[in-house]
């Protein structure tokens, strides 16, 4: 499992509901899995997000279960290139939280990134 999440360091910032989350990962070649040569597993993506989603909802908070993780993937993510995960709350109402994360791969232009995928995701805090 550690290997699945090496190099995954996320920081925390501050936000109106909560925590925001990013990580900068650069995956080591066991990490690169691919179907299609060039483009990164969806399936790993998605671990990845529901990842980032899960630490975004339980830091400094009460952990939260994954009730749904919806998953557009708009552009392949090239296996061996930077790419920025990200995760932020955009509603809460009571025990639900709701969610969106992104993975973000450098675009065309110097400095540019793009969002190659993108979550809206509901986690539910345990009953008190
Ligand atoms: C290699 C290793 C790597 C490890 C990789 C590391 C990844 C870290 C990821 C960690 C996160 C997980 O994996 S967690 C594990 C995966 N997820 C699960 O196992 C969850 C399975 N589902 C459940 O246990 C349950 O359905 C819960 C806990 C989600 C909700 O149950 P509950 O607490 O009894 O709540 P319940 O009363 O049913 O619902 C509360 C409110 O939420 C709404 N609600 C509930 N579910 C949904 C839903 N799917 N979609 C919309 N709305 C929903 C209800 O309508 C209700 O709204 P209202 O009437 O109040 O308005």
């Not at 080591?28 to 299609?36: G, W």
């Not at 998605?46 to 552009?75: E, G, Q, V, W």
């Not at 932020?88 to 939280?97: F, L, Q």
């Amino acid at each position: 499992m550690r290997s699945l999440f090496e190099g995954y360091r996320p920081t925390f910032k501050p936000h109106s509901l909560g925590y925001e989350a990013e990580s900068l990962l650069l995956l080591t070649p066991s990490q690169q899995m691919c179907y299609y040569d060039g483009k990164l597993f969806g399936g790993y993506i998605a671990l990845l997000m529901d990842r980032i989603l899960a630490d975004c909802c339980k830091h400094k908070d009460k952990p939260a279960f994954t009730a749904y993780l919806n998953t557009s993937f708009n552009h392949s993510v090239p296996p061996s290139g930077p790419m920025l995960l990200r995760a932020w709350p955009e509603k809460v109402e009571g025990r639900k939280v709701f969610l969106k994360g992104s993975v973000r791969i450098p675009g065309k232009e110097a400095h540019d990134w793009v969002d190659a995928v993108r979550t809206d995701a509901l986690f539910i805090r345990p009953k008190p």
